[in-house]
């Protein structure tokens, strides 16, 4: 269930609203005359959005890609790829 409050919440007690996202790793929603005005979250549950988000374009942009062409790679073809960018990594060459 979300949690909501009042803005002036934030002012006065500041305090309780940390604690509530920090131990839930939830957003608190904060009202302004009834409606919607911000969020506040914990910077943990905001990197982690960032990165669900990060994660979520990337596997549409692949998705599209994989729509855009017919070819295929298997996991042996990618992971074989991925090693010798890292070998060439670690040998100090540029890929």
Do not use: C
């Not at 409606?35 to 549950?45: L, N, P, Q, R």
């Not at 959005?49 to 073809?77: G, M, N, P, V």
């Amino acid at each position: 269930m979300p949690h909501i409050r009042p803005i002036s919440d934030l002012r006065n007690n500041f305090a309780e609203i940390s604690r509530v996202v920090h131990e839930t790793s939830e957003p608190v929603f904060l009202t302004k005359n009834g409606y919607g005005d911000m969020v506040v979250m914990s910077i943990e549950a905001y990197e982690r959005k960032q990165f669900e988000s990060e994660i979520y374009f990337k596997l549409k942009e692949a998705e599209l890609e994989a729509k855009s062409t017919d070819k295929r790679y298997s996991h042996e073809e990618v992971f074989s790829e991925l090693r010798a960018r890292l070998a060439d990594k670690a040998d100090g060459k540029n890929v």
